[in-house]
């Protein structure tokens, strides 16, 4: 059944990435944030997957046509020697992995997961490509901003209302993995997404996204999205805007997700002086800004202390989930450990990478017991995408990685300063790359945001004659 459902849906946006490329990215934006929508075929395929696959392949097919010489796309030969790299050095990595047996079926096996990862990666980054190729005008720029804010909302919307029907029946009606286990998809299992502290139940808002910190970190990516555009625009927005916003913001401290809130106030530091950085102006004064932060923290703390006043053990549960976690580990995550236990032992690793996808077959032994009962001979990646980086492609690749997303934020810094619509895509970006590194999350909005910098450079450059087979790539005209 999840095959069928999966060429059901692959089939279905083929016929629209035909008729309209330009409608089917804007799907493909919109779902990202949807991780809950995924199905397990022994392989995770998610509904943006379904998306973004025939959309790629749709526009190979076109721009390969005979007597097509396609533009270039900004700071393409980093890009081109980065992946170059990443393929290279994980291919020699395959004839020399240890012939583990691994739990989740033949897919995951050491040399099958080893080359689809780099068929996987490939199709990750594919939208820095495939952006500047179907977009080619500022206002489609901003569609894509629009259209992943409206979908967040749409997921917070959806979230209180699973948190309505929780309280009011003590079940969860969106438990992690419910679709999956709808289209009887393997390892099929709905988890509770909540947690104890003392005699409460602590319920966490995880809508359609999966995880409680997936759906905090989308949420959190929108809250930014917004804040850039309140910083840099002449106008900062209405009452919808701060509506909109402030939805965001409690939606977030229903996740308890302390990742999600800790990249948020990162995310907010960074954002003003990645603005100063790349001459993006910010057109709100130090008071506005001031009493905008002061609009923010009183009903807050005002919050808090309701909440206190009623029994609500607020400060107790923050304590909990942020201070108390700082162990001797500093608070690094179970794989981390692991994964940073191994290139300790094997400094060596950290140069060159063991390959997309292959670090679990070397860090296993370095499990601690604890959470080797749950990780041994299963498949696990580093959960900061620095580690991750770090341990599959090397320092080497972490290197050409920040080498092409840097070239691209100067270049589209430059061409960026005109329009002051697109201007705030610039801090945004460097932002989102900054958080990126530090949760493993958001490599499709970061390539989303790839592309759009490229299109921005574009936009700068002179005019040049396009063929009759760009136009349809761009257009969708059969």
Known sequence: MAIAIVLLLFAAMAVLVVLNPRRSLLVAVWLIPWTGLYVDIGLQVSAYQLVLAPLLLVTILRLAQPGLRPLPVAAGGLLALFLLYVVIASLLQIGYLPGLRIEGGGLRGPTARAAVQIIMFLFGISP????????????????????????????????????????????????????????????????????????????????????????????????????????????????????AWALLLVSVLATFSTSAILLWLVGTAILLPACWLFNVPVRRSPAGITAAVAAVIMPVLLGIAAAEASGIPVIDILAERTIERLGSDGAVEDFDLAILGYLNVHPEAAVTGTGLGNIHLYAGPYLDPLFAMYAENNVFVAKTQYLRFIS??????????????????????????????????VPMAAVAVTMFMASNQLAAEVYMLAGSLAVIHALAAPARPRNAVVSAALTGAA
């Open 128 to 243: 820095a490509l495939l952006v500047p190729v179907i977009l080619r005008t500022g206002t489609d720029i901003i569609a894509l901003g629009r259209t992943y804010v409206q979908s967040v909302l749409a997921l917070a919307v959806i979230g209180w209302g699973q948190m309505l029907v929780w309280f009011g029946s003590g079940n969860n009606p969106l438990p992690i993995g419910i679709v999956n286990v709808w289209a009887g998809g393997s390892n099929a299992e709905g988890r509770v997404g909540s947690f104890g502290f003392g005699d409460l139940a602590i319920y966490r808002m995880n809508s359609l996204a999966l995880e409680p910190r997936n759906l905090g970190v989308a949420l959190v990516f929108a809250l930014l999205l917004i804040q850039a555009q309140a910083l840099t625009a002449p106008r900062p927005g209405g009452v919808r805007l701060f509506l």
């Open 392 to 425: 599959e492609i090397g320092i080497i690749g972490l290197l050409l990685f920040f080498a092409w997303y840097l070239r691209l934020l100067r270049l589209a810094a430059r061409a960026a300063r005109p329009d002051v619509r697109i201007a705030p895509v």
